[in-house]
């Protein structure tokens, strides 16, 4: 009877530790299963990538910022098919232009903007059928930040038939033929570069690049960049090389009227002519 009971007794234990380890057999191959087809459905995750397109068109030269694009996240395949293999950075700065004719919804990238201190900047920045032209103007009677790129200016010249006035350092000492008048209106300036005056006109040019800022101080002259038509650069070329130059904002009242030496001294009489036994005065004028 003992015998009986203990043969009964481990029988049921040895099933019971069996059905414990077939059930943590089947819990182990099922954590397995599951671990195996979760790594199967990540492994199908499908790769997307960041780009940018317009919101509205843009045309060459245009400044351009993020609130004129939109994000864009495309799958992998169909990001490979405009040439994209990772995310797009536009990185733009202030006052980036584009480059060429950007379509209302076309992707864009960044060699499609050039950046201010970037080669072929100042060519988007001037009008068709115009050229761009450095002209070295006297800083003495500029306004910093007054005239900034973009703005409109008239070019006054003081001109002597008897004193090359493109020197810096040259005084007038003869006032037959003085005069101010403005030799171009409605100039648009593109950019400005300013470096101190040297004394002995020796100095090598600056190395630093055009830059889209005005600045003006002490005795010094600026370079200011601007867009004219083909057919005035002779003209202005003499002009810079003989007169003084100054520019000021053009004002759509009207232009500067021009002035001799008689406007602002009252007793001068310009030049004596003999003639007989008349004395004849008269002012000359440079054109």
């Given at each position: 009877m003992n015998s009986r009971l203990i043969f009964i007794l481990s029988f049921i234990f040895v099933a019971f530790g069996l059905f414990a380890v077939m059930q943590n057999v089947n819990a182990r191959a099922e954590a397995s299963a599951k671990k195996e087809a979760l790594e199967k459905v990540e492994g199908k995750k499908e790769i997307k990538f960041v780009l940018w397109r317009s919101k509205q068109e843009f045309t060459r030269g245009e400044i351009i910022s993020t609130n004129g694009l939109e994000r864009v996240i495309l799958p992998e395949a169909?990001?490979?098919?405009?040439?994209?293999?990772?995310?797009?950075k536009l990185d733009l700065v202030k006052d980036s232009r584009t480059n060429q004719l950007i379509a209302k919804g076309a992707y864009v990238f960044p060699e499609m903007f050039?950046?201010?201190?970037?080669?072929?900047?100042l060519d988007l920045l001037a009008s068709e059928g115009m050229i761009l032209y450095p002209l070295p103007i006297s800083t003495i009677n500029l306004i910093n930040n007054y005239i900034r790129p973009g703005d409109m200016i008239d070019i006054v010249s003081v001109s002597s038939p008897l004193t090359n006035l493109a020197d810096t350092g040259a005084r007038i000492t003869q006032f037959q033929g003085v005069k101010a008048r403005t030799i171009k209106r409605g100039v648009?300036?593109?950019a400005f570069e300013q470096k101190p005056v040297d004394p002995k006109e020796q100095g090598t040019q600056s190395g630093n690049s055009l830059s889209p800022r005005v600045s003006a101080s002490g005795n010094s002259k600026t370079t200011v960049v601007i867009e004219i038509e083909p057919d005035f650069v002779s003209r202005l070329s003499l002009a810079q090389r003989t007169m003084h130059l100054e520019i000021y904002r053009s004002q759509s009242t009207g232009e500067i009227p021009p002035a001799n030496m008689?406007?602002?001294?009252?007793?001068?009489?310009?030049i004596r002519e003999l003639r007989g036994a008349e004395t004849q005065t008269t002012n000359v004028e440079v054109y």
């Open positions: 169909e990001a490979n098919t405009l040439g994209v293999n990772r995310d797009v050039t950046a201010p201190d970037q080669p072929g900047y648009r300036v593109l008689s406007d602002v001294i009252e007793n001068y009489q310009g």
